[in-house]
């Protein structure tokens, strides 16, 4: 990780390294905390976060899902992550912002109304978060043993930090068995999500991704849809089996980290071509037009610093 200069740490920015917590953080024993993932890419106006509310406003639903106040308005959070990005210099294309609310020190045990709520923002240089050769040629996914959760036992739209630990689980299996990603199914077999991307798939000029029934509502994924009916493909949202995706046509995952990334392997199957499609391709092309600010129809989701 590429260290920055400051954290922003309930109301402070404090040097990176001084930015810590007691080992006896309630979080760190029971799991109860929220995160985002945000990205500010560099535009010919300068740094440009992306649809910057929608995930401030994702986290302040998910701290309260989650049973978390956490002190600070949307607009207060949304102007801390544009200050982190002038006071830290960077020069990079895209940083990477990670705002993160979790209970502190001071009360243990599972009952945690008591445990004070902190709230930390950072911020750094982060690159293709599947690599760059995995952006242009596509990667390997496996599909995992695990499930996601189902909505009887798990919060899957709240963006919890316990949650990671299913798709860390997974993503350590299929990474383990020579591939790049895991993708997960429900607990009825139906695609649900990648381990931290939402997945998608082309099958005949069509464009279909799995509804968010027990998983994350994701904003990429959003942008993506929008993105693709305005340019007049047609979008379906409904489930998917995994036999579906071996014969798909073309395949990519989407999310903040991720962005588009292309599939061309699943299970040993190779997808279309086993390369980068057509129609991936220019969703991809499509898609950093807009975060960098060259697409004026997309340019409200843009928060300039």
């Not at 299996?173 to 991307?197: I, M, N, R, T």
């Not at 489930?239 to 392997?265: C, H, K, N, Q, S």
């Not at 279309?272 to 960098?292: C, H």
Request: aromatic share 10%; with cysteine.
């Amino acid at each position: 990780m590429d260290k920055a200069k400051y954290i922003w740490m309930n109301g402070e920015y404090l040097p990176w390294d001084e930015a810590n917590v007691h080992v006896l953080t309630h979080t760190l024993h029971y799991g109860n905390g929220v995160i985002e993932g945000t990205k500010a890419y560099k535009t010919d106006k300068g740094y440009a976060i992306f649809r910057l509310n929608d995930h401030t406003k994702r986290l302040i639903e998910s701290a309260k899902m989650t049973l978390m106040e956490i002190p600070y308005s949307v607009e207060a959070l949304n102007e801390v992550q544009c200050e982190l990005i002038r006071k830290n210099g960077f020069t990079g294309d895209n940083v990477y912002l990670r705002p993160f609310a979790f209970l502190g020190y001071g009360v243990m045990g599972l009952y945690h109304k008591d445990a004070p709520v902190e709230t930390a923002i950072a911020a750094w240089e982060w690159g293709a978060y599947l690599g760059e050769e995995g952006m242009r040629r596509g990667i390997r996914l496996k599909i995992a043993s695990m499930t996601r959760p189902a909505n009887t036992s798990n919060m899957g739209k709240a963006k919890a930090t316990a949650n990671y630990l299913n798709s860390q689980m997974a993503k350590y299996e299929a990474v383990e068995c020579g591939y790049d990603e895991a993708l997960l199914l429900d607990d009825q077999g139906y695609v649900a999500e990648a381990s931290g991307a939402c997945f998608f798939m082309v099958k005949d000029g069509e464009l279909i991704s799995p509804p968010n029934d027990n998983s994350l509502a994701s904003i990429t994924q959003k942008t993506v849809i929008e993105m693709a009916e305005k340019s007049g493909m047609k979008v379906t949202r409904r489930r998917i089996t995994r036999e579906e995706i071996y014969v798909a046509d073309e395949a990519f995952l989407t999310g903040t980290a991720a962005e588009i990334t292309p599939i061309r392997e699943v299970d040993a199957r190779i997808i279309g071509k086993g390369e980068r499609g057509p129609i991936t391709e220019k969703i991809q092309s499509d898609y950093f037009d807009i975060v960098f600010g060259r697409n004026p129809d997309f340019e409200h989701y843009l928060t300039y610093v």
